[in-house]
């Protein structure tokens, strides 16, 4: 239908190029006409629609279907594992792998959906700042568009995303620093006239690709949610975007007003959201020296922020901070207990869900879900799965 402000609730127009509010510079969250009957056409499109995201069409933004850019994102698995869920003493352990996505993360959801959209509405170059799977995936879906990219990354990004960029044909601008000095120096080089910004939430539909994530879970776990949701967060779309999508189902008549508790995890060296929830914050403070070899937490402040909080409050939820030393041993157990290779920000969301677990907020007969959002294989070596500690 439209655009509205997540903050101050203003409608844009969806048939044009947006960015952020106007009046408050928040995110724009896109809105549909959701009814019964359109979930009844949704079911149907589930049994006959393509083995990836866009089997969900009807509630993503795209309007002619001439523009969609896929690459086979979405439809990933959902594994119980049982060894890990003994190890820690729960009854219903599942992971979410996103790994399994094009260009080896998550990031791939949100990127077929905002480049998709951007080339429909006439953009005709690209930019964004990124810890490297975003930029990963944005040159990609560029590169299938025939757009030019131009990707910010931080130096230290590491050799893997800098190559997959520039084998898609993308610049790659390489920056010392955070993401945050990536956007800054972006905005300085990258007049918005000509370029179109990607960066998280500043734009309205990589949220829209990253809900189906949300969507799918219904599906795999045959409409019956799960009790928790375990996320690792940084920019937090992904995490908004599962909240936004059970309130599009509810809508539909999928869902009633249960939901899942959401536990946003972030790192020692960069946890805004941790202290911002604790503190009772409606807004979060962003870190003035991020430390973390978790690239994709290395997030000092989202745009989003208000909106990660929202979701974790109004779902019961929490958000915990664990060490670099915890979410070694929580990749490593995803690795030697399930036979993934998961990235950092995988293994943080272990080491989350074990500290909520001893904390009591995670009962042993939750069913829990934990995303492992993309590939130890694309992380500097230094960050690769070790054998795990002696039980």
């Not at 594992?81 to 993360?105: F, Y």
């Not at 001893?358 to 500097?380: E, L, M, Q, R």
């Amino acid at each position: 239908m439209n655009l509205r402000c997540g903050w101050c609730d203003r409608p844009h127009d969806a048939g044009c190029l947006q960015r952020v509010c106007t009046d408050c510079g928040r995110p724009l969250l896109a809105r549909y006409d959701l009814n019964r009957e359109v979930g009844e056409k949704l079911r149907g499109d589930l049994i006959s629609g393509p083995h990836s995201l866009w089997r969900y069409r009807r509630v993503l933004p795209i309007t002619d279907p001439k523009h969609i850019l896929t690459l086979g994102e979405g439809a990933t698995p959902l594994l119980r594992t049982d060894r890990l869920a003994s190890r820690l003493g729960v009854a219903n352990l599942w992971i979410k792998d996103e790994s399994q996505n094009p260009t080896g993360s998550f990031k791939a959801r949100g990127m077929t959906a905002a480049i998709s959209k951007a080339v429909e509405l006439g953009a005709e170059r690209l930019c964004l700042p990124s810890a490297g799977n975003a930029a990963g995936a944005a040159a990609a879906y560029a590169a299938l568009a025939g757009l030019p990219l131009r990707a910010y990354m931080p130096s230290d990004s590491g050799d893997s995303f800098f190559a997959e960029c520039r084998a898609c044909g993308a610049e790659v601008v390489a920056v010392n620093g955070t993401i945050a000095d990536c956007g800054k120096q972006m905005r300085a080089e990258c007049d918005p006239a000509e370029w179109f910004d990607l960066s998280t939430l500043k734009e309205p539909y990589r949220l829209e690709g990253k809900k189906t994530m949300g969507y799918e879970l219904y599906e795999d776990l045959n409409g019956v949610l799960p009790d928790v949701i375990v996320y690792p967060t940084g920019g937090g779309t992904g995490l908004v975007g599962m909240w936004k999508a059970f309130d599009e189902m509810q809508q539909m008549g999928w869902l009633d007003a249960r939901r899942p508790r959401f536990i946003s995890v972030q790192t020692t060296g960069c946890a805004p959201i941790v202290a911002a929830f604790a503190s009772g914050a409606e807004t979060a403070t962003p870190v003035a020296d991020p430390q973390t070899a978790a690239l994709g937490l290395r997030v000092p402040g989202a745009i989003g922020d208000f909106l990660i909080l929202r979701a974790l409050r109004e779902t019961g939820g929490t958000a915990v901070a664990v060490t670099e030393e915890e979410w070694a041993v929580g990749q490593s157990w995803l690795a030697a207990d399930c036979g993934l290779f998961p990235s950092p920000e995988g293994g943080a969301a272990i080491a989350g869900l074990m500290k909520t677990i001893d904390a009591g907020s995670v009962k042993p007969s939750d069913t829990i879900v934990v995303f492992n959002t993309g590939s130890g294989f694309k992380y500097p070596p230094a960050t690769w799965p070790k054998p795990p500690p002696a039980p």
